[in-house]
């Protein structure tokens, strides 16, 4: 591949592969301390999986980040992600904040 065409392809290309990360507007956040997680309760509209987000650990809180939209078209719903304390880099005695916002209608969430 020739420098400017590939310079062009990574100029064009590289918006669409990073996507739209942002935190995203939660329903609700559950511990389990027996089951060693957090249980984020965000909303899907049929298309959306553990793999869809990713977690962050900064200063003591914790923000969960949605990585790919949900562009199914089922009735917005409640799905539980849960992540293990581990791979949220936590111990079970750690306390921390979350910094996402909290709706309590699915339906007014943006997925």
Request: aromatic residues 8%.
């Amino acid at each position: 591949m020739k420098p400017r065409i590939l310079f062009l392809w990574v100029l064009l290309a590289a918006p669409a592969l990073a996507g739209d990360e942002r935190a995203e507007v939660l329903l609700g956040v559950t511990t389990d301390f027996d089951a060693g997680q957090v249980v984020f309760t965000v909303a899907s509209t049929g298309c959306t999986a553990k793999g869809d987000f990713r977690a962050q650990l900064k200063e003591g809180t914790l923000t969960l980040f949605r990585t790919r939209r949900d562009s199914c078209k089922a009735m917005p719903s409640k799905l539980p992600v849960a992540f293990t304390l581990k791979e949220l880099g936590l111990s079970p005695s750690q306390p921390f904040s979350v910094g996402n916002r909290l709706i309590a209608n699915e339906n007014l969430t943006e997925r």
